[in-house]
């Protein structure tokens, strides 16, 4: 490549002596060409400092590899390599893309911008303005977060590196798992990229569909025509270069998808980062899952250095702390933390408003709490939406968002206690006394709007509530009186399981079939528990317990005291024969040897 001239006629504006221009906890001084982070030196090349300080003097703006090979190789034969290898070194040095800084981005055919927030210094004393398009008015106002976002650096790094080049990015997920905040940290980062700014929609106060247009309308200092709204607004972005955050998009999703399409067709130049439960299904989405944060494993043994390694930890000791600086996270506590983090699912919204409880409770009585959870986490920040205040309510929130079909369907998953199959998914969900659903179009729609979780790690995909979610739908399902219906449900369907497949159940080895259904003994418990229980069915019970008699290993030592109740009710019953007595009779000496405290 041949730099015989400055094709913008562009050079790097010469600084006021002594000028300082300071981003981040670094200062750059151009008339002495020397970098400091937190007064220390940050030693660069020749060309990388160069390249550096005329990013730096155009801040928020694309300066274009023309320009930066004018600069750092005048009238100098050379390779887009050697440019790409600078930028490299320069990241490196500042630390880009480490715990959610990020300070170059490249934009795809253009160039490099530099994105952090910039300020000059002047030699005489004071803060001037900031550089370049730093400066927003209150239409580009993004609120700051006040609080340090622990675990979402790769997705906030990923995405902010996507939406320069896709124009269309969707963040998707449960509620509480923090969409809002990642979604402005990225909007943050990015914001001195687009010659227009950013400019946020906030739909969580818009009360109708219909009035989502007329709030981006409002929020663009635009009038809103009785007709071709849409129309009149897409006119008007035509000509921008700019990011629209539609956040909260879940009660207004269809108008929503809507209006994303229609401008997205229309201003070439308008990109667009949304959130929401569930993908809007627009042309030209780009859809990004955020997960719950990774949580520890529940463990005794537990040091508080190996829980800390979590982020779903880190959160709740960052959030504890917050409400009481004598909280610490010691090893003796270490792994009741675990525990709690786990049965919040990493949710960082149910972890906060934990962690608010732990002046009250401590650590030790929070977790024994946490079966009503409901009732005592429900000290959320004043200043949030009413939904995030509470988790009962950001729970409801989502739910009302059902149709009545959904309803019904979820509230009933509340019967399994982990992992299901689709197949136990259709068994349970409909009743065939009085409805016939379509289990495979519900559940993908539940999937879709985060309300049921995927797994498909171990080859079958499989589904499961998370553990509040399981909560809130067991209180819908007793609040609606259906529990005792899909409670036998549920046991029928592992009774005529076990009784289809005896025939190779029986020929396959314990070990392969504890292997094999390890996630189904926990359901097998709860089909025992209730048909033995008050309301329940003995005569299944029993038949349950006969079937799976030969796996009395998978279910632990209290199948031996299954085989002992059933084989003392099975003579109450005409309906009991006796080969199902004798194989009882026959499996039980076999439970007393592998009980632990057995004699």
Request: aromatic residues 6%; neutral net charge.
């Amino acid at each position: 490549m041949l730099n015989e001239s400055n094709p913008s006629g562009w050079r790097a504006a010469v600084p006021n002596d002594g000028d300082m221009i300071l981003f981040g906890e670094f200062r750059l001084a151009p008339t002495t060409r020397t970098l400091t982070r937190d007064g220390f030196p940050v030693h660069l090349g020749s060309r990388a400092l160069d390249i550096l300080i005329a990013l730096v003097e155009r801040a928020g703006q694309v300066v274009s590899k023309s320009e930066l090979f004018a600069i750092a190789w005048p009238d100098t034969f050379i390779e887009d390599s050697n440019l790409r290898v600078q930028i490299a070194a320069l990241r490196q040095a500042l630390g880009d893309g480490r715990a959610g800084a990020r300070f170059i981005i490249g934009v795809p055919g253009r160039g490099y911008t530099f994105v952090a927030k910039v300020e000059r210094m002047p030699g005489c004393g004071g803060i001037a303005r900031p550089l370049g398009s730093a400066i927003q008015d209150d239409r580009d106002y993004l609120p700051v977060p006040l609080v340090r976002i622990v675990g979402r650096d790769a997705i906030v790094s990923d995405i902010a590196g996507q939406l320069p080049c896709r124009r269309f990015v969707t963040i998707t997920g449960p509620g509480g798992s923090g969409k809002t905040a990642v979604a402005l940290t990225i909007a943050g980062q990015l914001a001195g990229i687009f010659r227009d700014g950013v400019r946020l929609v906030a739909l969580g106060a818009v009360s109708h569909p219909d009035l989502a247009v007329a709030h981006l309308a409002s929020l663009l200092r635009l009038p809103a025509p009785d007709k071709r709204q849409l129309q009149y607004i897409v006119a008007h972005l035509r000509t921008r270069n700019m990011l629209i955050v539609f956040d909260d998009c879940d009660h207004v999703i269809e108008a929503v998808s809507e209006i994303v399409e229609t401008i997205l067709q229309g201003a070439p130049e308008i990109h667009i980062l949304a959130t929401s439960r569930e993908a809007l299904r627009a042309t030209g989405e780009s859809v990004q899952k955020l997960d719950p944060l990774t949580v520890p494993p529940i463990s005794t043994k537990l040091t508080v250095g190996e829980v800390l390694r979590y982020p779903a930890a880190q959160l709740f000791a960052d959030r504890a702390r917050a409400c009481d600086v004598t909280c610490e996270i010691t090893d003796a506590n270490a792994s009741v933390v675990a525990e709690i983090c786990t049965r919040l699912d990493g949710l960082p919204l149910a972890i906060e408003l934990a962690a608010n409880r732990v002046p009250l409770f401590g650590v030790r009585g929070l977790v024994v709490r946490l079966d009503d959870r409901f009732s005592i986490l429900t000290k959320g920040r004043r200043t949030a939406l009413p939904r995030h205040q509470t988790l009962a309510a950001m729970i409801d929130w989502s739910y009302e968002t059902l149709s009545d079909e959904e309803k019904i369907v979820w509230r009933r998953f509340a019967v399994f206690r982990g992992f299901f199959s689709i197949d136990a998914a259709d068994a349970i969900g409909n009743d065939p006394s009085s409805q016939n659903f379509n289990i495979i179009d519900i559940l993908d729609s539940l999937v879709g709007k985060s309300l049921v979780a995927v797994d498909s790690r171990v080859g079958e995909t499989r589904y499961r509530l998370l553990e509040s979610l399981q909560l809130y739908a067991r209180g819908k399902l007793l609040e609606h009186e259906e529990e005792q219906c899909a409670m036998r449900r549920h046991a029928q369907y592992w009774y005529e399981l076990s009784a289809a497949s005896a025939g190779n159940w029986t020929e396959m080895p314990a070990a392969e079939w504890v292997g094999k259904h390890r996630d189904d003994i926990a359901e097998i418990r709860g089909a025992l528990e209730w048909a033995f229980g008050p309301g329940g069915d003995s005569i299944l019970g029993i038949r349950i317990v006969a079937a799976f008699a030969p796996f009395q290993l998978a279910l632990l030592p209290e199948l031996r005291q299954y085989l002992e109740h059933a084989i003392k009710l099975a003579p109450r019953f005409a309906v009991i024969d006796d080969t199902l007595v004798t194989r009882m009779r026959l499996a039980l000496p076999r439970s007393i040897v592998h009980t632990p405290d057995a004699p």
